[in-house]
């Protein structure tokens, strides 16, 4: 019942930026937590950035002052904002999201989004 669709991947020159956007739609009751992961070539899945309803934030060290995540809780929508792109930025990021859906109580459930490609020329 619900979904998240994620836009804004691409092809970026090194130093460059980036803009992606995800958007959870459907039957949804609250969005809690918004979160954007990635996975490299040969490496496992890490937490890139995280916000809270209220904006609070957290970033891995990696992309500390380089990246910056926000959202619009009117707009269900999760934005990270990419500068000073990378070689080892180069990935697959999946939006996630904790959601309450509507009309099955007050149980939260974790959401993916199926991954857009980042690419940084080097």
């Known amino acids: 019942q619900v979904q998240l669709v994620e836009s804004g991947g691409g092809l970026v020159q090194l130093g460059g930026s980036l803009r992606l956007s995800c958007a959870a739609s459907g039957s949804i009751f609250r969005v809690n937590g918004m979160a954007w992961y990635r996975q490299a070539p040969g490496r496992e899945r890490e937490l890139v950035a995280r916000?809270?309803?209220?904006?609070?934030?957290n970033y891995a060290d990696s992309v500390q002052g380089r990246f910056t995540i926000s959202r619009d809780n009117a707009k269900n929508t999760v934005y990270l904002q990419m500068n000073s792109l990378e070689p080892k930025d180069a990935a697959v990021y999946y939006c996630?999201?904790?959601?309450?859906?509507?009309?099955?109580?007050?149980?939260?459930?974790?959401?993916w989004g199926q991954g857009t490609q980042v690419t940084v020329s080097s």
């Open positions: 996630n999201a904790e959601v309450i859906p509507r009309g099955v109580g007050l149980t939260t459930y974790t959401y």
């Open positions: 916000v809270t309803p209220g904006g609070g934030t």
